[in-house]
């Protein structure tokens, strides 16, 4: 098993070893190129050395008759060696020498006709001439496969060139021109007599080399020229050049190049490419300048849409990625749009929540946006209503509208880009703010009612003064109504003055006129008048002070104690006492106005929206009470307006203190929503 084993692997080495050896010969085997056809073997070089030695051996021998004092037997053979291995490579150059040895064996060397050598000097004279035949045989094929294999790089490299669309010209370290392609023979017509004789400077006279500008190009700054100083023009480094061709026509060429070194890194030539690139430098300064057009443009469509008072965005895709968008969407929102990212991303990376009217969540795709989109559908006056992260909701109507793609396309980048491409839906889509539109209403509303109201309350507060200066003679009922129609009269025309402030707050158009005011006196007249018209309400004031001068403005500061103390009144038992106290700070600088009461208080999950517009707590809805949430809307605006604070602490079923913070000192802020 073991000797089988060894035998086994014996033969594999040599079959390694034979197929080693026959892939070395056959890469050094080759045919001349002078020989046609199927004469073109490297068999046929096989038999050429076997031939050649016998011939060449034969002449020795007749060489040896003829003249006996001839010494030089074995070159002859040798010559033959060199011939083959010149011709045909190692391996027949190598049988030849094999054939040749055994021949001058066999016919030269005594005994005659023998394999048999006798004397030793014959001994090393064939040794000799086998190691010179080895030798010769090696060097020579190597030489000639070398030669060959230069020669099909170069045919490569030359076929290569040929076929390169750009002008490809190889120099010598003085700048004659050595090698030219047919795209440089097209481009700038050459002549092989003159081109490559000529000095730099006279060949290059006639194309008038000149800069972007048009101004001549000095010698040194020829592309060329540069390159044979050791300048590297590749990538960004390449130049633009004008150059004037044989038939007149002036052209913008693009030219790179490197310098050619030998291995002692000496520049001893140059390689140059050169391309007409002046079409396609009119199309990138024509693209450059349609770029510029749209980008202004976008500018001015920005500026026009951040005019609007309305949210407008445009988006595509089927993900209704935003494109561009104006400032007023980012306030309905709540948060910035990036352009480029999807409507679902957003919404989820900021917690938006979209519901419908009813307060159903609506998914992606039933939301007008994405049904413009998807379906190609024009929505008009859509109810949404979107939820922020921070709880506030905003009701607004959208309409979408799909444009089509010969309708839109954001930059002639953008568009050459998706040429090969499936066309992409977009939209506009246009946010209204709900809210607004109530407000614009409601200050309508309120200017129109204004008058009539005031109309009747004068009529009111008339015929009482007349009963009461007996000029018109009252009964008690027509009294009481009179009086009723002016508490009713009272209570519309606050109403309406709240909703045409709300209208002035949301326009930013609410003016505070200040004045020194003694906040004592104001304090004390607000409380009598609602003793008045609250006869049976256990209301006090009370204050260390006789009087405290602020700057502030005294009917707006007056309105917050009217919406102070009737809230109190409203949200409190009968017998329920209210406390309005004024205090001064230590320093001198603020005074603190207090308004307290035993009433239903303010639930704890509604407490941090109690002063948002229109909002009232849930337990006054349960008690009947009505309002209109106007009230501590406009007071904290009205108080933050004067540079104050406005706060409040609320236990549900136990009361509510409010307490205002007023700078003495004229502090002008600017009045928040």
């Known amino acids: 098993m073991d000797s089988s084993h060894r035998k086994e692997t014996q033969r594999r080495r040599l079959t390694g070893l034979w197929q080693a050896i026959r892939r070395w010969l056959t890469t050094h085997t080759f045919a001349p190129s002078w020989l046609p056809g199927r004469w073109a073997h490297p068999a046929v070089g096989y038999l050429a050395a076997v031939l050649l030695q016998v011939i060449a051996v034969m002449c020795v021998v007749v060489l040896v008759r003829l003249f006996l004092s001839f010494q030089f037997q074995a070159a002859l053979v040798i010559l033959g060696v060199l011939v083959v291995a010149i011709n045909w490579g190692l391996g027949p150059s190598l049988l030849a020498t094999l054939v040749g040895g055994a021949l001058l064996v066999f016919l030269l060397l005594p005994p005659l006709f023998s394999p048999v050598i006798t004397r030793i000097e014959d001994v090393l004279d064939l040794l000799v001439y086998l190691c010179v035949g080895c030798a010769v045989s090696l060097l020579t094929s190597q030489a000639q496969h070398a030669r060959r294999s230069a020669e099909q790089e170069r045919r490569r490299l030359n076929t290569i060139q040929q076929t390169m669309t750009d002008a490809v010209m190889v120099y010598d370290s003085e700048g004659h021109l050595l090698l030219w392609n047919a795209a440089a023979e097209q481009l700038l017509p050459l002549q092989q ?189 859509y109810q949404e209503i979107i939820r922020r992260l921070d709880g506030t909701a905003l009701p607004v109507l959208v309409n979408a509208v799909a444009l089509g793609m010969q309708q839109f396309s954001v930059s002639p980048t953008d568009e050459t880009a998706r040429s090969h491409e499936a066309p992409e839906p977009a939209a506009i889509v246009v946010h209204q703010d709900v809210t607004a539109l109530k407000d614009e209403f409601l200050g309508l509303v309120a200017h129109e009612l204004r008058h009539p109201v005031a109309v009747l309350s004068g009529l009111a507060e008339t015929l009482l003064q007349d009963g009461r200066s007996g000029i018109v003679l009252l009964t008690a009922w027509q009294r009481e109504a009179l009086q009723g129609m002016d508490q009713a009269a009272y209570h519309l025309v606050r109403l309406t003055d709240e909703m045409l402030d709300a209208a002035r707050l949301q326009a930013r158009r609410l003016e505070l006129a200040r004045e020194p005011t003694d906040l004592v006196a104001l304090c004390r007249r607000v409380v009598a008048r609602f003793q008045r018209t609250a006869p049976g309400r256990i209301l006090s004031f009370e204050t260390p002070l006789e009087h405290l001068v602020a700057e502030v403005d005294p009917e707006r500061i007056e309105q917050v104690l009217d919406n102070l103390l009737s809230n109190a009144i409203k949200y409190s038992p009968e017998d329920g006492p209210i406390l309005l106290t004024l205090r001064e700070s230590a320093d001198a600088r603020t005074a603190t106005l207090s308004v307290s009461d035993k009433g239903i208080g303010i639930p704890v999950q509604q407490q941090a929206r109690i002063f948002e517009r229109f909002e009232r707590a849930d337990n006054s809805r349960a008690y009947g009470i009505g309002g209109t949430g106007l009230g501590l809307y406009l007071s904290r605006a009205l108080v933050e307006g004067h540079g104050g604070r406005i706060w409040f602490e609320s236990v549900e079923g136990q009361g509510s203190t409010f307490f205002v913070l007023l700078p003495l000192s004229s502090e002008s802020t600017p009045i928040h929503q």
């Open 193 to 381: 007599t003159d081109d490559t004789s000529h000095a730099l400077l006279e060949r290059g006279e006639p194309f008038l080399l000149r800069d972007e500008q048009g101004q001549p190009l000095p010698v040194d700054q020829w592309p060329i020229q540069r390159i044979l100083n050791g300048e590297v023009l590749t990538g960004i480094h390449a130049v633009d050049v004008l150059v004037r061709l044989a038939n007149g026509r002036e052209v913008l060429m693009n030219f790179s190049g490197a310098p050619i070194r030998d291995a002692d890194e000496r520049v001893i030539g140059g390689v140059t490419i050169g391309r007409d690139v002046t079409e396609r430098r009119r199309l990138e300064a024509s693209e450059r300048r349609l770029h510029a057009e749209t980008q202004s443009r976008q500018v001015l469509l920005q500026l026009i849409l951040d005019a609007l008072p309305s949210s407008v965005y445009l988006v595509r895709g089927r993900d209704a990625r935003l494109v561009l968008a104006n400032r007023s969407a980012a306030e309905v929102w709540g948060a910035a749009w990036p352009p480029g990212q999807p409507m679902g991303e957003f919404l989820a990376k900021h917690g938006i929540c979209i519901v419908d009217a009813q307060g159903r969540p609506l998914a992606l795709e039933q939301l007008a946006t994405l049904r413009s989109l998807m379906q190609g559908e024009t929505v008009l006056g």
